[in-house]
Protein backbone atom coordinates (compact mmCIF):
# COMPACT_ATOMS: atom_id res chain seq x y z
CA UNK A 1 0.00 0.00 0.00
CA UNK A 2 1.21 2.87 -0.52
CA UNK A 3 1.71 5.70 2.20
CA UNK A 4 1.51 10.10 2.35
CA UNK A 5 5.37 10.11 2.73
CA UNK A 6 5.84 7.53 -0.41
CA UNK A 7 3.71 9.57 -2.23
CA UNK A 8 5.53 12.98 -0.97
CA UNK A 9 9.05 11.23 -2.16
CA UNK A 10 7.53 10.01 -5.13
CA UNK A 11 6.43 13.91 -6.27
CA UNK A 12 9.97 15.14 -5.11
CA UNK A 13 11.54 12.51 -7.13
CA UNK A 14 9.76 13.87 -10.43
CA UNK A 15 9.87 17.50 -9.42
CA UNK A 16 14.07 17.34 -9.19
CA UNK A 17 13.63 15.16 -12.63
CA UNK A 18 11.10 17.95 -14.28
CA UNK A 19 12.71 21.39 -12.32
CA UNK A 20 11.00 23.34 -15.26
CA UNK A 21 7.13 22.52 -15.83
CA UNK A 22 6.60 20.19 -13.05
CA UNK A 23 7.88 22.72 -10.54
CA UNK A 24 5.89 25.91 -11.61
CA UNK A 25 2.95 23.56 -11.58
CA UNK A 26 3.45 22.75 -7.60
CA UNK A 27 4.36 26.04 -6.70
CA UNK A 28 1.02 27.35 -8.29
CA UNK A 29 -1.07 24.25 -6.79
CA UNK A 30 0.25 24.93 -3.50
CA UNK A 31 -0.29 28.99 -3.92
CA UNK A 32 -3.95 28.44 -4.89
CA UNK A 33 -4.62 25.68 -1.87
CA UNK A 34 -3.03 27.88 1.28
CA UNK A 35 -4.80 31.02 -0.26
CA UNK A 36 -8.14 28.31 -0.85
CA UNK A 37 -7.84 26.90 2.79
CA UNK A 38 -7.09 29.87 4.81
CA UNK A 39 -9.91 31.85 3.01
CA UNK A 40 -12.46 29.55 4.01
CA UNK A 41 -10.88 28.86 7.24
CA UNK A 42 -10.92 32.97 7.77
CA UNK A 43 -15.17 32.64 6.23
CA UNK A 44 -15.85 29.89 8.25
CA UNK A 45 -14.06 31.70 11.67
CA UNK A 46 -14.91 35.09 11.61
CA UNK A 47 -18.70 35.24 9.80
CA UNK A 48 -19.27 32.22 12.41
CA UNK A 49 -18.31 34.44 15.77
CA UNK A 50 -20.34 38.02 13.86
CA UNK A 51 -23.96 35.79 13.52
CA UNK A 52 -23.42 33.81 16.77
CA UNK A 53 -22.03 37.19 18.91
CA UNK A 54 -24.94 39.08 17.11
CA UNK A 55 -27.18 36.46 18.33
CA UNK A 56 -25.69 36.27 21.88
CA UNK A 57 -27.27 39.72 22.07
CA UNK A 58 -30.78 38.82 21.30
CA UNK A 59 -30.98 40.34 18.15
CA UNK A 60 -33.73 39.66 15.35
CA UNK A 61 -33.37 37.52 12.36
CA UNK A 62 -32.67 40.24 10.09
CA UNK A 63 -30.41 41.78 12.37
CA UNK A 64 -28.40 39.02 12.45
CA UNK A 65 -28.92 38.70 8.50
CA UNK A 66 -27.04 42.29 7.64
CA UNK A 67 -24.27 41.63 10.45
CA UNK A 68 -23.49 38.50 8.48
CA UNK A 69 -23.60 39.84 4.96
CA UNK A 70 -22.05 42.46 5.70
CA UNK A 71 -19.36 40.44 7.20
CA UNK A 72 -19.29 37.93 4.55
CA UNK A 73 -18.99 41.02 1.75
CA UNK A 74 -16.21 42.76 3.88
CA UNK A 75 -14.26 40.02 4.60
CA UNK A 76 -13.99 38.07 1.16
CA UNK A 77 -13.01 41.61 -0.24
CA UNK A 78 -10.13 42.10 2.54
CA UNK A 79 -8.76 38.47 2.24
CA UNK A 80 -8.82 39.40 -1.74
CA UNK A 81 -7.01 42.23 -0.94
CA UNK A 82 -4.39 41.21 1.47
CA UNK A 83 -3.67 38.16 -0.67
CA UNK A 84 -3.06 40.24 -4.27
CA UNK A 85 -0.92 42.51 -1.73
CA UNK A 86 1.02 39.59 -0.32
CA UNK A 87 1.44 37.67 -3.47
CA UNK A 88 2.70 40.51 -5.52
CA UNK A 89 5.40 41.21 -2.71
CA UNK A 90 6.44 37.82 -3.47
CA UNK A 91 6.46 37.74 -6.75
CA UNK A 92 8.79 40.92 -6.91
CA UNK A 93 10.94 38.97 -4.15
CA UNK A 94 11.11 36.35 -7.30
CA UNK A 95 11.78 38.54 -10.07
CA UNK A 96 14.24 40.59 -8.32
CA UNK A 97 16.46 37.10 -7.10
CA UNK A 98 15.90 35.56 -10.94
CA UNK A 99 17.71 39.18 -12.09
CA UNK A 100 20.29 39.31 -10.14
CA UNK A 101 21.19 35.28 -11.16
CA UNK A 102 19.98 34.12 -7.91
CA UNK A 103 16.43 32.61 -8.97
CA UNK A 104 13.86 31.53 -6.10
CA UNK A 105 12.33 29.38 -8.59
CA UNK A 106 13.17 26.86 -11.58
CA UNK A 107 11.25 28.74 -14.33
CA UNK A 108 10.00 32.47 -15.75
CA UNK A 109 6.30 30.92 -15.40
CA UNK A 110 6.97 29.41 -11.77
CA UNK A 111 6.57 32.90 -10.31
CA UNK A 112 3.51 32.79 -8.18
CA UNK A 113 0.67 34.99 -10.02
CA UNK A 114 -1.18 37.11 -7.41
CA UNK A 115 -4.77 36.90 -9.01
CA UNK A 116 -5.30 33.63 -8.61
CA UNK A 117 -4.57 33.31 -5.21
CA UNK A 118 -6.71 36.84 -5.11
CA UNK A 119 -9.57 35.03 -6.90
CA UNK A 120 -9.17 31.62 -4.84
CA UNK A 121 -8.81 33.65 -1.44
CA UNK A 122 -11.94 35.66 -2.23
CA UNK A 123 -14.46 32.44 -3.46
CA UNK A 124 -12.91 30.46 -0.63
CA UNK A 125 -13.65 33.06 1.91
CA UNK A 126 -17.55 33.50 0.47
CA UNK A 127 -18.07 29.44 0.75
CA UNK A 128 -16.61 29.32 4.33
CA UNK A 129 -18.66 31.91 5.32
CA UNK A 130 -21.95 31.34 4.14
CA UNK A 131 -22.13 27.98 6.31
CA UNK A 132 -22.54 29.62 9.56
CA UNK A 133 -24.64 32.74 7.34
CA UNK A 134 -27.49 29.65 6.01
CA UNK A 135 -27.29 27.97 9.37
CA UNK A 136 -28.16 31.03 11.52
CA UNK A 137 -30.71 31.74 9.27
CA UNK A 138 -32.81 28.86 8.82
CA UNK A 139 -36.12 28.65 10.52
CA UNK A 140 -34.86 26.99 14.11
CA UNK A 141 -36.21 28.05 17.77
CA UNK A 142 -34.58 30.71 19.28
CA UNK A 143 -33.01 29.06 21.44
CA UNK A 144 -31.25 26.22 19.05
CA UNK A 145 -29.85 29.04 16.18
CA UNK A 146 -26.74 29.50 18.23
CA UNK A 147 -25.43 26.07 19.06
CA UNK A 148 -26.71 24.28 15.53
CA UNK A 149 -24.36 27.61 13.70
CA UNK A 150 -21.96 26.20 16.57
CA UNK A 151 -21.90 22.79 15.71
CA UNK A 152 -21.73 23.44 12.01
CA UNK A 153 -18.86 25.55 12.27
CA UNK A 154 -17.19 22.97 14.09
CA UNK A 155 -17.73 20.38 11.41
CA UNK A 156 -16.92 22.62 9.01
CA UNK A 157 -13.40 23.35 10.33
CA UNK A 158 -12.90 19.65 11.07
CA UNK A 159 -13.17 18.99 6.85
CA UNK A 160 -10.96 22.10 6.42
CA UNK A 161 -8.34 20.85 8.44
CA UNK A 162 -8.29 17.11 7.17
CA UNK A 163 -8.19 18.64 3.57
CA UNK A 164 -5.77 20.58 4.68
CA UNK A 165 -3.79 18.09 5.94
CA UNK A 166 -4.14 15.32 3.31
CA UNK A 167 -2.80 17.82 0.68
CA UNK A 168 0.09 18.73 3.03
CA UNK A 169 1.50 15.55 4.71
CA UNK A 170 0.96 17.24 8.21
CA UNK A 171 -0.08 15.63 10.90
CA UNK A 172 -4.02 15.35 10.39
CA UNK A 173 -5.15 15.42 14.24
CA UNK A 174 -2.69 18.22 14.52
CA UNK A 175 -4.59 20.46 11.72
CA UNK A 176 -7.75 19.53 13.07
CA UNK A 177 -7.12 20.41 16.25
CA UNK A 178 -5.70 23.71 16.01
CA UNK A 179 -8.76 24.49 13.85
CA UNK A 180 -11.24 23.64 16.20
CA UNK A 181 -9.90 25.46 19.19
CA UNK A 182 -9.56 28.53 17.15
CA UNK A 183 -13.29 28.69 16.06
CA UNK A 184 -14.58 27.65 19.30
CA UNK A 185 -12.68 30.46 21.10
CA UNK A 186 -13.25 32.95 18.53
CA UNK A 187 -17.04 32.16 18.98
CA UNK A 188 -16.96 31.57 22.66
CA UNK A 189 -15.42 35.09 23.21
CA UNK A 190 -17.74 37.16 21.03
CA UNK A 191 -20.89 35.40 21.90
CA UNK A 192 -19.89 36.32 25.51
CA UNK A 193 -19.26 39.55 24.20
CA UNK A 194 -22.55 39.62 22.44
CA UNK A 195 -25.04 38.06 25.72
CA UNK A 196 -23.24 40.86 27.92
CA UNK A 197 -23.95 43.44 25.82
CA UNK A 198 -27.41 42.10 25.31
CA UNK A 199 -28.33 42.18 28.75
CA UNK A 200 -26.81 45.65 29.29
CA UNK A 201 -29.51 46.96 26.68
Request: no cysteine; charged share 10%; aromatic share 4%.
Amino acid sequence: MTTTSDRIVGLGALLRRTPGRASAASNAGLNRLRAGVLGANDGIVSVGATVVGVAGAAASTSTVALAGGAALLAGALSMASGEYVSVSSQRDAERVAAAAGRPITDADEDFTNPWQAALASMLAFTAGALIPLLVVLAPWPTAARVPATFAAVLVALVLTGSASARFTGASHGRSVLRNVLGGSLAMAVTYGIGALVGVAL
